[in-house]
């Protein structure tokens, strides 16, 4: 697999110990028409942060040379899996670094770059002390506020699908929040290890990919049949999927077999269960759009963006309702 000029660009200089990371990074503020000044930053890990779809993250601190930030997350990946076989972490890199570009950097966690050793492979990231969303759903989150927080996943994932990309694991564990309320709340899509480009062709594997719940339907039952899956409506049942568990704290299917009763049209969607959350008109269709049981006839992210239910209007400060809209 040929490495895409972007991952090699930004491949970190990195010396490696068991106590500390040391890179030789450019001097802020060199003249480009010149030889750069170096500067050697040191950085010390502190803790471990979580596990994401293929590795760990930790959180390092800058002990010297400090530039930027003093913080970071760094995601280690062994290069080989449990099996012996080789781990395809490059196109996690390319994604990252790909949507670490300003035009894109508030939609999803920056990279500061990468680096290697025989063993691991380690991805540096902007550092989100208020961790991801699944920490904040103690309680159903008023319409409100989850359709910012919907609209914001549902910008991000109209980039990557506009360039190409599919995510295949979103859910709450993979989306960090920067601000919450009673401020503003601002998320972040993170952890790119099984996302994939659409050059890569349609998906006929019968390895499941994602995270069981989040799961679309073709996913689950079409693939036995190795039917290609087209991994960008499958991102917008997880957002569906992840948009029920943000409003009502449960899943949208929730006896066993009532996802399979109403794939086979045995049942309808269960948009009674909303409405019981008291759930306005408005985002109960747009749910119902996002989790389509044919996957070409849900909502892009492009549709999903123009929705109705993405006008609601918020004020920080104000306890706002769903009847403050812009339609």
């Given at each position: 697999?040929?490495?895409?000029?972007?991952?090699?660009?930004?491949?970190?200089?990195?010396?490696?110990?068991?106590?500390?990371?040391?890179?030789?990074?450019?001097?802020?503020?060199?003249?480009?028409?010149?030889?750069?000044?170096?500067?050697?930053?040191?950085?010390?890990?502190?803790?471990?942060?979580?596990?994401?779809?293929?590795?760990?993250?930790?959180?390092?601190?800058?002990?010297?040379?400090?530039?930027?930030?003093?913080?970071?997350?760094?995601?280690?990946?062994?290069?080989?899996?449990?099996?012996?076989?080789?781990?395809?972490?490059?196109?996690?890199?390319?994604?990252?670094?790909?949507?670490?570009?300003?035009?894109?950097?508030?939609?999803?966690?920056?990279s500061y770059g990468w680096y290697q050793c025989s063993d691991y492979v380690y991805i540096t990231m902007e550092y989100?002390?208020?961790?991801?969303?699944?920490?904040?759903?103690?309680?159903?989150?008023?319409?409100?506020?989850?359709?910012?927080?919907?609209?914001?996943?549902?910008?991000?994932?109209?980039?990557?699908?506009?360039?190409?990309?599919?995510?295949?694991?979103?859910?709450?564990?993979?989306?960090?929040?920067?601000?919450?309320?009673?401020?503003?709340?601002?998320?972040?899509?993170?952890?790119?290890?099984?996302?994939?480009?659409?050059?890569?062709?349609?998906?006929?594997?019968?390895?499941?990919?994602?995270?069981?719940?989040?799961?679309?339907?073709?996913?689950?039952?079409?693939?036995?049949?190795?039917?290609?899956?087209?991994?960008?409506?499958?991102?917008?049942?997880?957002?569906?999927?992840?948009?029920?568990?943000?409003?009502?704290?449960?899943?949208?299917?929730?006896?066993?077999?009532?996802?399979?009763?109403?794939?086979?049209?045995?049942?309808?969607?269960?948009?009674?269960?909303?409405?019981?959350?008291?759930?306005?008109?408005?985002?109960?269709?747009?749910?119902?759009?996002?989790?389509?049981?044919?996957?070409?006839?849900?909502?892009?992210?492009?549709?999903?963006?123009?929705?109705?239910?993405?006008?609601?209007?918020?004020?920080?400060?104000?306890?706002?309702?769903?009847?403050?809209?812009?339609?």
């Open positions: 697999m040929r490495v895409p000029d972007l991952v090699l660009d930004s491949e970190l200089v990195a010396i490696i110990t068991e106590e500390w990371t040391k890179h030789i990074v450019d001097e802020p503020g060199s003249i480009p028409s010149r030889r750069r000044a170096q500067l050697e930053q040191q950085w010390k890990r502190k803790r471990h942060l979580g596990r994401g779809a293929y590795g760990n993250v930790w959180l390092e601190e800058c002990i010297s040379g400090f530039r930027d930030v003093a913080l970071r997350a760094v995601k280690q990946i062994r290069k080989t899996g449990e099996d012996s076989k080789q781990i395809v972490y490059h196109r996690e890199l390319e994604a990252i670094m790909k949507f670490s570009n300003p035009r894109y950097s508030h939609c999803f966690v920056r989100l002390g208020l961790g991801d969303l699944s920490k904040h759903i103690k309680a159903p989150i008023q319409e409100v506020h989850a359709s910012q927080i919907t609209s914001q996943v549902l910008e991000g994932l109209s980039f990557m699908h506009k360039n190409g990309f599919s995510h295949r694991d979103l859910k709450p564990n993979n989306i960090l929040v920067v601000s919450k309320a009673p401020d503003k709340w601002w998320v972040k899509i993170s952890d790119f290890g099984i996302s994939k480009r659409e050059d890569e062709g349609l998906n006929m594997s019968s390895t499941l990919k994602g995270t069981l719940g989040f799961l679309a339907p073709e996913l689950l039952f079409q693939n036995r049949q190795r039917t290609a899956i087209d991994d960008k409506a499958a991102d917008m049942w997880a957002l569906g999927e992840t948009t029920v568990l943000i409003l009502t704290r449960k899943p949208t299917f929730q006896p066993p077999g009532a996802l399979f009763a109403y794939c086979t049209n045995q049942v309808g969607f269960p948009t009674q269960f909303l409405r019981s959350h008291q759930l306005s008109d408005e985002a109960c269709d747009f749910i119902q759009g996002l989790m389509k049981v044919r996957p070409e006839e849900r909502l892009t992210a492009k549709l999903g963006l123009e929705h109705a239910w993405m006008k609601i209007q918020y004020t920080p400060g104000l306890q706002p309702s769903t009847s403050e809209r812009q339609l």
